[in-house]
């Protein structure tokens, strides 16, 4: 294309349904045929090729009676308009799947390992049935999961249940029965039912991150309720140290039955009770109330499906 008069190169303006009704006669060889593959009548092909050609200044085809042939000049034009019709239709499926939530990313937090439980087969369910979402797993402390929900770092976290901050909403999904750990041959283990007030007189020992404060918080609670001031060491640790500081027989300490996932030699589970039943933790979803991240809405659908209470 040369420039005008004015010295200025025209613009030229070429719709995607052009692109689309060259492509098509040109792989149908004629422009009957390509019209019924398109459901447009063939009037309205030929001359929206006809219009296309003559933007172009390049004849794309022969017409015979027999159809369309492509021209020498028009091959590489027709070889480019299938490419980028290609894209375009590829572009609007992949919009198409992120705003249903089936590509795109989600970031979930959490502050318990990944080791076994209900939060690691929801996980599991949701990278099956949805492959194309880039999930991202962030296990952390509390503190950075709000810090990552309000920053928009996270999507949603999953974390104990009776927090809150402003703008954060949360929902109850479920429950985890909660576990005296013990030396294999301490004398708690023995015993049938295990309640917290035959802990009174233990040496608790919890890791600094994770759930080690939702732990810590829980065995000071309960124990203060039997009258009894409770002796806690938190550690900065892992939880595979504090297994080990209880097998070496010095602690005792607690884990959710997830944490059971774990082997661990000279180390026992023993189920904790309260009066009314097993004590358990209660977990919640935390998200931003004006997240609208559509891989997030197929997350929650999920989680109900699979947790319905």
């Given at each position: 294309?040369f420039p ?27 422009f ?18 006809q219009q ?6 390049v ?17 590489p ?10 894209d375009?239709d ?10 249903y939530?089936?590509k795109?990313?989600?970031a ?7 080791m ?12 099956t ?30 974390a ?18 909660l ?6 041959d301490?004398?708690?283990?023995e ?9 009174r ?14 732990f ?14 409770p ?5 900065d640790?892992?939880?595979?140290s ?13 884990a959710?039955?997830?944490s059971?996932?774990?082997s ?13 039943g ?24 999920l ?7």
């Open positions: 294309m005008d008069k004015s010295g200025c190169v025209p613009t030229l303006t070429i719709d995607l349904k052009q692109l689309r009704f060259a492509v098509a006669t040109a792989d149908a060889k004629s009957s045929r390509a019209a019924v593959i398109l459901n447009v009548k063939q009037i309205t092909l030929s001359r929206r090729v296309l050609e003559d933007r172009l200044g004849k794309l085809f022969e017409r015979t009676t027999r159809g369309a042939e492509i021209t020498q000049n028009g091959r034009f027709i070889e480019q308009a299938r490419r980028i019709v290609t375009v590829n572009l609007r499926t992949t919009a198409r799947n992120v705003s939530g089936l795109g990313r989600i979930v937090g959490y502050c318990s390992p990944l076994s439980g209900n939060l690691r087969l929801a996980i599991w369910d949701y990278l049935k949805f492959a194309d979402v880039q999930f991202d797993g962030v296990e952390a402390s509390l503190e950075k999961l709000f810090h990552g929900l309000q920053s928009h770092a996270l999507d949603v976290a999953v104990p249940i009776g927090f809150g901050e402003d703008g954060i909403i949360s929902r109850r999904i479920w429950s985890e029965r576990y005296a750990v013990l030396p294999g301490h004398v708690l283990a015993k049938e039912q295990l309640y917290w007030q035959d802990m007189w233990e040496v608790f020992v919890v890791p600094s991150g994770g759930l080690g404060p939702i810590g918080n829980l065995i000071a609670g309960r124990l203060t309720q039997q009258g009894k001031r002796n806690i060491i938190v550690q640790t892992s939880l595979e504090v297994l080990s500081m209880v097998s070496a027989k010095r602690y005792i300490s607690v959710t039955e997830a059971q996932g774990v661990w030699t000279d180390v026992r589970f023993h189920e904790i009770h309260d009066p009314t097993p004590a358990r933790l209660e977990y919640a979803l935390y998200w931003r109330k004006d997240n609208e991240n559509p891989a997030l809405q197929r997350f929650f659908k989680i109900e499906e699979r947790y319905p209470g």
